[in-house]
């Protein structure tokens, strides 16, 4: 089975610039979520949704960043306009059902985001 | 709020040698912890887990008992391999946010040859 997809991998732009990131849960799975990974900062909760509705968003940074997900298969996580301060790897994760012991998420590669 | 505490790394082992990260964790009710692992240029993955007290998750030699009477999910190794190099998240996730799951900072651990 196709792990989560993510794309691009890699993704460099100048300051100002719109970004937009992609993700492509695991088929079935019913939660997705978005991370920030920096050095200075480790791993951030940006946003989750649950069957396409956002759940929470605290995480999110600004109004610069925004999520959707219009579908079972597909999320974009877009920044506008970008910062320097923007760069870090971004990760999107996939989870089943809500039950105890079953929760655990599924990583995909994530797009290393440089803003220059 | 729950929170999960682990130490700090970078550590460094010789190959063969014995590993263990400490993690401990602060939550309201009983939460099932677990320790993903990223290698170089990955993402995480779900290396074990545990879902209740004194259980015991195992993986690849990797071993974690869930201690609720001290909050802890210390992971340990009995020899570890240059293979084994990578970053060691401890997680905890628990209650009506179970979907949601709280990371540690992560542990970065070499191995030498």
């Known amino acids: 089975d196709a792990g989560v997809i993510q794309s691009p991998r890699h993704e460099v732009t100048e300051m100002g610039q719109e970004v937009t990131l992609r993700c492509k849960p695991i088929s079935g799975h019913d939660y997705l979520f978005w991370y920030r990974q920096t050095m200075m900062r480790g791993l951030e909760l940006l946003i989750y949704f649950n069957n396409n509705v956002p759940i929470d968003d605290s995480g999110m940074p600004e109004d610069r960043f925004s999520a959707k997900m219009p579908n079972a298969s597909f999320s974009t996580l877009k920044i506008q306009p970008s910062e320097p301060r923007d760069s870090a790897v971004y990760f999107c994760a996939s989870s089943p059902y809500w039950d105890r012991g079953r929760n655990e998420q599924y990583f995909g590669p994530g797009t290393r985001l440089t803003v220059t | 709020g729950d929170s999960v505490t682990q130490m700090e790394g970078p550590v460094t082992l010789s190959e063969e040698a014995f590993l263990t990260i400490n993690c401990t964790y602060t939550?309201?009710?009983?939460?099932?912890l677990f320790w993903y692992v990223q290698y170089p240029g990955e993402g995480l993955q779900l290396l074990l887990k545990?879902?209740?007290?004194?259980d015991k998750g195992s993986n690849k030699g990797f071993e974690a008992t869930y201690r609720k009477e001290t909050t802890s999910f210390h992971l340990e190794k009995g020899s570890v391999q240059v293979s084994d190099s990578a970053v060691y998240f401890c997680?905890?996730?628990?209650?009506?946010?179970?979907?949601?799951?709280?990371f540690g900072s992560g542990t970065r651990l070499s191995i030498r040859p």
């Open positions: 545990a879902t209740k007290a004194d």
């Open positions: 997680a905890l996730s628990e209650g009506s946010s179970a979907s949601k799951i709280i």
């Open positions: 939550a309201t009710g009983y939460p099932s």
